[in-house]
T-cell receptor, first 112, second 112 residues
Framework: LAKTTQPISMDSYEGQEVNITCSHN???????ITWYQQFPSQGPRFIIQ???TKVTNEVASLFIPADRKSSTLSLPRVSLSDTAVYYC?????????????FGAGTRLFVKA | DTAVSQTPKYLVTQMGNDKSIKCEQN?????MYWYKQDSKKFLKIMFS???????INETVPNRFSPKSPDKAHLNLHINSLELGDSAVYFC???????????FGPGTRLTVL
């Protein structure tokens, strides 16, 4: 099972772009990369998922280099409400969610 | 229109008691999960279940058992509660063969 490594915490200011990088050196061919966001006292919430290159949605962008051994979640112009824990996961979409493993996540603090 | 709901939200009980946490999803998903999030905020999967297969994380004590009366429900039964069982328990669901999971709000269990 692919293991992920992320920074424990990051600080930012409102309006800045935040990039959180995740390492997954043992990612398998069938693995997708998924990011979740968790606010205090809530369950994790799906943000974005990708396999390679770049994926963008209304919330974030996900950059994945050609070797897929890392990925970067990019949050444009963060606000105070983006303060949360962000989890990077890798898993095989063909085998379902059981094999996806949540790491320690990155605690993002957005300051005014 | 809560997608994944759990009851109760808080549960305080004595060591040795038996308790249950209920989970319901109205997303039409056919796979449901239970996670435990401890005081260090690590999310650990406990069970994955669809109508064909129960997958158990081997580290979960057999005091914990999932019960599914139908596709929309996966309840968690815990026998002989111990202090170390204190944590937040999250239910989640997904389409089969998908690692995009939708989480419930969590149940904070405190064992005294």
């Amino acid at each position: 099972l692919a293991k992920t490594t992320q920074p424990i915490s990051m600080d930012s200011y409102e309006g800045q772009e935040v990039n959180i990088t995740c390492s997954h050196n043992n990612i398998a061919t069938n693995d997708y990369i998924t990011w979740y966001q968790q606010f205090p006292s809530q369950g994790p919430r799906f943000i974005i998922q990708g396999y390679k290159t770049k994926v963008t949605n209304e919330v974030a962008s996900l950059f994945i280099p050609a070797d897929r051994k890392s990925s970067t979640l990019s949050l444009p112009r963060v606000s105070l409400s983006d303060t949360a824990v962000y989890y990077c996961l890798v898993g095989d979409s063909n085998t379902g969610g059981f094999k996806t493993i949540f790491g320690a996540g990155t605690r993002l603090f957005v300051k005014a | 229109d809560t997608a994944v709901s759990q009851t109760p939200k808080y549960l305080v009980t004595q060591m040795g008691n038996d308790k249950s946490i209920k989970c319901e999803q109205n997303l039409g998903h056919d796979t449901m999960y239970w996670y435990k999030q401890d005081s260090k905020k690590f999310l650990k999967i406990m069970f994955s279940y669809n109508n064909k297969e129960l997958i158990i994380n081997e580290t979960v004590p057999n005091r914990f058992s999932p019960k599914s009366p139908d596709k929309a429900h996966l309840n968690l039964h815990i026998n002989s509660l111990e202090l170390g069982d204190s944590a937040v328990y999250f239910c989640a669901s997904s389409h089969a063969r998908s690692d995009t999971q939708y989480f419930g709000p969590g149940t904070r269990l405190t064992v005294l």
